[in-house]
C-alpha cells in the first residue's frame, strides 16, 4: 500500500467532503492507531497551522488596538490544547496572546503545552470578564479553543454554559477552531456563538457547509491513503503552506 503523505499529481475535482463526528473521530484513530502519529505531535502540527491561519485573517499591522492582544478561551478537551498551542504559535509571531483556561486537565500532555505556554510568559487570566465591554476594549480578537467535536452537545458544565454566553455578546471578532463551540458537529446551527473566522482542523466538518464567514483548512499533512480512503477531495496548497483559504 502506498503511504506518500500527497499524490503530487492527483487534484481532485471532486467537491470536497465535510466529515461527520463519526468520521472524524475514525480518522484521528486511524492517524494515531495506524499510521504512529502521536497525539502531542497532532496538536501541534495543528496549533502552529491555526496561528498561521490567523496571521493571514489579521495580520499585525491591521489591527485596531495599540498592542496586538488576542485572547485565547481554553476548554479541557483535545481542542483547548490545540488553543494552547496555537497560543504560543501566535506569541512566537509577535502577537500578544491571554490565555483563559477555566478547567485545567490533569493529563500530562495538556499539562506540557501548559507549562510551554508559561514559560514563553504568555498570561493566565484567573477569570472571565462577565461584563463583555472590557473584553472589547482589552484584545482585539478572541480564539475559540473552548468545544471541539469531541465535546458531546450537553455535556459542557460550568463554566462553559456562561462562558458562552459571555462570547456570543462580544463585538470583537471570534475565530473558532475546528467548530464553532456550542454546534452540534453534524449541523449548520444559528444558536450560539458567531464567528467571523472557522479554522477546519485536517478536514471540514458538516456544521461548517453553512459557514459564511472566512473558512480556512489548516493542517497539510494527511497521508494520501487516508484522503482516498475518506474521499476528502482536498483543495491544492499553495507551494509550501500549511493552510488555504475555502471558498
Not at 465591554?133 to 473552548?146: F, T
Not at 464553532?180 to 479554522?199: F, H, Q, R, T
Amino acid at each position: 500500500m502506498n503511504h506518500d503523505i500527497a499524490d503530487p499529481d492527483c487534484e481532485s475535482t471532486e467537491p470536497l467532503r465535510y466529515l461527520s463526528k463519526d468520521e472524524a473521530v475514525a480518522m484521528e484513530t486511524e492517524l494515531l492507531r495506524d499510521y504512529r502519529f502521536g497525539q502531542q505531535q497532532l496538536i501541534e502540527i495543528l496549533g502552529h497551522a491555526c496561528a498561521v491561519a490567523i496571521t493571514k485573517a489579521f495580520p499585525l499591522a491591521t489591527l485596531g488596538k495599540r498592542q496586538p492582544t488576542v485572547l485565547v478561551v481554553c476548554g479541557p478537551d483535545q481542542n483547548g490544547c490545540v488553543g494552547l498551542a496555537c497560543a504560543r504559535h501566535l506569541r512566537v509571531f509577535e502577537y500578544m496572546p491571554t490565555v483563559f483556561y477555566p478547567k485545567r486537565s490533569a493529563h500530562s500532555l495538556h499539562q506540557d503545552f501548559t507549562v510551554q505556554c508559561e514559560r514563553m510568559d504568555i498570561p493566565f487570566l484567573s477569570y472571565l470578564p462577565t461584563e463583555v465591554q472590557l473584553i472589547n476594549d482589552a484584545y482585539n480578537l478572541i480564539v475559540d479553543a473552548v468545544l471541539g467535536p469531541e465535546t458531546e452537545l450537553g455535556e459542557a458544565e460550568e463554566p462553559f454554559t456562561n462562558i458562552l454566553l459571555t462570547l456570543q455578546g462580544v463585538k470583537i471578532p471570534i475565530v473558532s477552531l475546528d467548530i464553532p463551540s456550542g454546534w452540534d458537529n453534524n449541523k449548520s446551527s444559528a444558536d450560539g456563538i458567531n464567528p467571523a473566522v472557522l479554522i477546519s482542523l485536517m478536514a471540514p466538518k458538516k456544521c461548517a457547509l453553512s459557514f459564511s464567514g472566512i473558512h480556512f483548512l489548516a493542517g497539510r499533512f494527511l497521508p494520501y491513503d487516508i484522503q482516498k480512503k475518506y474521499d476528502l477531495n482536498l483543495p491544492k496548497f499553495s507551494g509550501t503552506d500549511c493552510i488555504t483559504e475555502l471558498q
